[in-house]
T-cell receptor, first 109, second 114 residues
Framework: EDQVTQSPEALRLQEGESSSLNCSYTVSGLRGLFWYRQDPGKGPEFLFTLYSAGEEKEKERLKATLTKKESFLHITAPKPEDSATYLCAVWGGTYKYIFGTGTRLKVLA | NAGVTQTPKFQVLKTGQSMTLQCAQDMNHNSMYWYRQDPGMGLRLIYYSASEGTTDKGEVPNGYNVSRLNKREFSLRLESAAPSQTSVYFC?????????????FGPGTRLLVL
């Protein structure tokens, strides 16, 4: 069965303390992996799309990487405004997008 | 551009009542989607519309109906609400659909069924 698992469920970091969030997946024939940021009471906001193993994308303090089994969202020197829930989703073909349950990140000043 | 808009933002219903959640997008996207988000679960697809005039069931369609009114608008109807439908509902759109492109989400409708 197609599945997406994100870890950890929650993460508390001090401002400036770099870390990584993990998204592991089992899907037959991955054709796209997406990272979203979701603030409380808001809809998911698109961050990155990765299509093939080895691909990397960067945006400010965030960097997403992809292997054949998992993706990492690296956060370098985070700031309190990076606090949010980060969602991972994989595209399994046609209209099927499988979402993970997210990692709740809290960055303390 | 407003992107994807949803109304209402919040609604309280009694069991058995009906309501329609509205969604509109101004990005000229062909495909639109309705998801629900529950604590401890990932976003789950309720229905989608690949293009104007077509709709299809997703993972959790029971108890819902949809209408793709035109290219911009996609509504979700609860005919007889149940407490199990208490959730946050998100509408999303994408340019082509079925091609693995990015989905853009609205701000959500929080629904409480008593």
């Amino acid at each position: 069965e197609d599945q997406v698992t994100q870890s950890p469920e929650a993460l508390r970091l001090q401002e400036g303390e770099s870390s990584s969030l993990n998204c592991s997946y089992t899907v037959s024939g991955l054709r796209g992996l997406f990272w979203y940021r979701q603030d409380p009471g808001k809809g998911p906001e698109f961050l990155f799309t990765l299509y093939s193993a080895g691909e990397e994308k960067e945006k400010e303090r965030l960097k997403a990487t992809l292997t054949k089994k998992e993706s990492f969202l690296h956060i370098t020197a985070p700031k309190p405004e990076d606090s949010a829930t980060y969602l991972c989703a994989v595209w399994g073909g046609t209209y099927k997008y499988i979402f993970g349950t997210g990692t709740r990140l809290k960055v303390l000043a | 551009n407003a992107g994807v808009t949803q109304t209402p933002k919040f609604q309280v219903l009694k069991t058995g009542q009906s309501m329609t959640l509205q969604c509109a997008q101004d990005m000229n996207h062909n495909s639109m989607y309705w998801y629900r988000q529950d604590p401890g679960m990932g976003l789950r697809l309720i229905y989608y519309s690949a293009s104007e005039g077509t709709t299809d069931k997703g993972e959790v369609p029971n108890g819902y109906n949809v209408s793709r009114l035109n290219k911009r608008e996609f509504s979700l109807r609860l005919e007889s609400a149940a407490p199990s439908q208490t959730s946050v509902y998100f509408c999303a759109s994408s340019e082509m659909g079925g091609m693995g492109e990015t989905q853009y989400f609205g701000p959500g409708t929080r629904l409480l069924v008593l």
